[in-house]
């Protein structure tokens, strides 16, 4: 079955203390992006990657890295998390880039930062 | 950079009756205009798109229209269903591998 999937799915943890969430795809998509999406503002673009080893920043990249050394996975990492980190984070992955189609979406990871 | 503005942010509507919402965007150069719809507790899903070279697309009971030179585009859902009901994102992008900037979002909900 053709999917996006994150985990873990539910994450508490603690100011300072370093945490990667994965996504992977089994479709062979060359983009994949992370967003993060808080009440009132909708979907904000973290980071994004072209291809293996090409990534780039979207909207609110600050507190967050990402790497794409493998087509399928796009792993988001927060080095210190912050309370103001806690929010629903969406990976999500499509064939050549978003503007060629439809982006699939994974289930979703919802972090809390105490 | 692009900013998104998306208008109403709810929406209420009788069962059968029309929904529109409406973007707006700044950046001219953008070029691929997808719209999301979010159910509660789900991720979000494409349900139209359309491009700069078009002026509108359907879909069944769902239509998008784009006007670029007010730099505006709507999503237009007719005979609503009550599992119309959930979140409309649209967004803005500008080439296949750019980023993309999503409206805040319109929660929609139609009254059996």
């Known amino acids: 079955e053709a999917q996006v999937t994150q985990n873990p799915r539910y994450l508490i943890t603690v100011t300072g203390k370093k945490l990667t969430v994965t996504c992977s795809q089994n479709?062979?998509?060359?983009?994949m992006s992370w967003y993060r999406q808080d009440p009132g503002l909708g979907l904000r673009q973290i980071y994004y990657?072209?291809?293996?080893?090409?990534?780039d920043k979207g909207d609110v990249p600050e507190g967050y890295k990402v790497s794409r050394k493998e087509k399928r996975n796009f792993p988001l990492i927060l080095e210190s998390p912050s309370p103001n980190q806690t929010s629903l984070y969406f990976c999500?992955?499509?064939?050549?880039?978003?503007?060629?189609?439809?982006?699939?979406f994974g289930p979703g990871t919802r972090l809390t930062v105490l | 950079g692009e900013n998104v503005e998306q208008h109403p942010s709810t929406l209420s509507v009788q069962e059968g009756d029309s929904a529109v919402i409406k973007c707006t965007y700044s950046?001219?150069?953008?070029?691929?205009f997808p719209w999301y719809k979010q159910e509660l507790g789900k991720r979000p899903q494409l349900i139209i798109d359309?491009?700069?070279?078009?002026g509108e697309k359907k879909d069944q009971r769902i239509a998008v229209t784009l006007n670029k030179t007010a730099k505006h585009f709507s999503l237009h859902i007719t005979e609503t269903q009550p599992e119309d009901s959930a979140v409309y994102f649209c967004?803005?992008?500008?080439?296949?591998?750019?980023?993309?900037?999503f409206g805040p979002g319109t929660s929609l909900s139609v009254i059996p």
């Open positions: 999500a992955s499509s064939l050549e880039g978003l503007a060629s189609g439809e982006q699939f």
């Open positions: 479709m062979n998509h060359e983009y």
């Open positions: 990657s072209m291809n293996v080893e090409v990534t």
């Open positions: 950046d001219s150069a953008s070029n691929y």
């Open positions: 359309i491009r700069s070279n078009v």
């Open positions: 967004a803005a992008t500008k080439t296949s591998y750019d980023k993309v900037i």
